[in-house]
């Protein structure tokens, strides 16, 4: 007995509803374009006072004007999950005193000159449910 394939949707979610899910997670990827050439980078994050700050593997000096942070969940078993993308203008935290609580709270890949911690000043934020279709 042959069973059909499954179908898939993606279903957009409200912005309300996108930042619970991000707000959910600890781990994405920060992407940007240097050189022309788009750059992902892993990162961990947590979301505050209307921001997102993420620490990530980058060189600072890298990092530009704006960028995108992108979360996701799936399930490969169903095919199910959800993704979050963050867009907006991004600033390096200098301040030494604001960039150790984050590095003491954010669990990094590298330490160093490749260790950054950035704050997404949101100015979209887009997500998607990827579920079963309906029979």
């Keep these: 007995?042959?069973?059909?394939?499954?179908s898939?949707?993606?279903v957009g979610v409200s912005g309300a509803e996108a930042l619970w899910l991000l707000e959910g997670s600890a781990q994405g990827r920060l992407v940007y374009t240097q050189r022309e050439v788009t750059v992902i980078r892993p990162g961990r994050h947590v979301w505050e006072l209307g921001r997102l700050v993420v620490r990530t593997p980058a060189p600072a000096a890298a990092v530009p004007a704006t960028a995108a942070y992108h979360v996701d969940e799936f399930r490969g078993a169903t095919?199910?999950?959800?993704?979050?993308?963050?867009?907006?203008?991004?600033?390096?935290?200098?301040d030494p005193d604001?960039?150790?609580?984050?590095?003491r709270t954010l669990v990094g890949w590298s330490h160093g000159p490749h260790d950054t911690v950035l704050r997404i000043h949101p100015q979209t934020v887009s997500g998607f449910r990827h579920s079963r279709a309906e029979p």
């Design 98 to 103: 604001e960039a150790a609580h984050y590095r």
């Design 8 to 10: 898939l949707r993606m």
């Design 79 to 94: 095919g199910t999950g959800w993704s979050v993308t963050v867009a907006g203008p991004t600033d390096v935290i200098t």
């Design 1 to 6: 007995m042959n069973t059909p394939p499954v």
